[in-house]
T-cell receptor, first 115, second 114 residues
Framework: DTGVSQDPRHKITKRGQNVTFRCDPI?????LYWYRQTLGQGPEFLTY????????KSRLLSDRFSAERPKGSFSTLEIQRTEQGDSAMYLC?????????????FGPGTRLTVT | AQSVTQLGSHVSVSEGALVLLRCNYS??????LFWYVQYPNQGLQLLLK??????LVKGINGFEAEFKKSETSFHLTKPSAHMSDAAEYFC????????????FGGGTRLMVKP
């Protein structure tokens, strides 16, 4: 299966530590998205890339968050100085990027728990 | 700004009964609307999408949704529920002209009783 993969699937960290998540999109997909999903809520958009360019960031993405997609393939999302409020599922999605309505394919997510 | 509201965070039906999950949208322009399903420990999967063509949209697994502009609704239905339909369902709207980023509703958890 060559769907969207995310690593790790689960991460437990102590408050104040830095964490990094990785997303590998479907290989020919140009667009890559990050969403955050807290318990009992729908996913919320964080940021997206067109190839290696980060085109938009949500106001939810504070200065402690940074995302990269250096070669237009995989992407990383780093959270510095984690807080308990960062506990959530972080979802990655990718799409072809050829039209506005390309289907987004979601990965299984990384569940972050900050203790 | 576009948004969607899902009425009912939990819906319970008996196997074989009609499934109706409600979604209302708010948009100043014709919206593009989506339904996604999320099974436990899995990513979201697209069920169907409305893109201003036919107002009745058929999706996978026997689901369909009807776009009603007068009611600003996009409710999801399935004539006969199956145990395997138990999951979380999300309605979403695309933020126009913005790289098809999605705004999701709060989700509805569907439970199917035997």
């Amino acid at each position: 299966d060559t769907g969207v993969s995310q690593d790790p699937r689960h991460k437990i960290t102590k408050r104040g530590q830095n964490v990094t998540f990785r997303c590998d999109p479907i290989s020919e997909h140009n667009r890559l998205y990050w969403y955050r999903q807290t318990l009992g809520q729908g996913p919320e958009f964080l940021t997206y890339f067109q190839n290696e360019a980060q085109l938009e960031k949500s106001r939810l993405l504070s200065d402690r968050f940074s995302a990269e997609r250096p070669k237009g393939s995989f992407s990383t999302l780093e959270i510095q100085r984690t807080e308990q409020g960062d506990s959530a599922m972080y979802l990655c999605a990718s799409s072809l990027g050829s039209t506005f309505l390309d289907e987004q394919y979601f990965g299984p997510g990384t569940r972050l728990t900050v203790t | 700004a576009q948004s969607v509201t899902q009425l009912g965070s939990h819906v319970s039906v008996s196997e074989g009964a009609l499934v109706l999950l409600r979604c209302n949208y708010s948009s100043s322009v014709p919206p593009y609307l989506f339904w996604y399903v999320q099974y436990p420990n899995q990513g979201l999967q697209l069920l169907l999408k409305y893109t201003s063509a036919a107002t009745l949209v058929k999706g996978i697994n026997g689901f369909e949704a009807e776009f009603k502009k007068s009611e600003t609704s996009f409710h999801l239905t399935k004539p006969s529920a199956h145990m395997s339909d138990a999951a979380e369902y999300f309605c979403a709207v695309e933020r126009n002209n913005a790289g098809n980023m999605l705004t999701f509703g709060g989700g509805t958890r569907l439970m199917v009783k035997p």
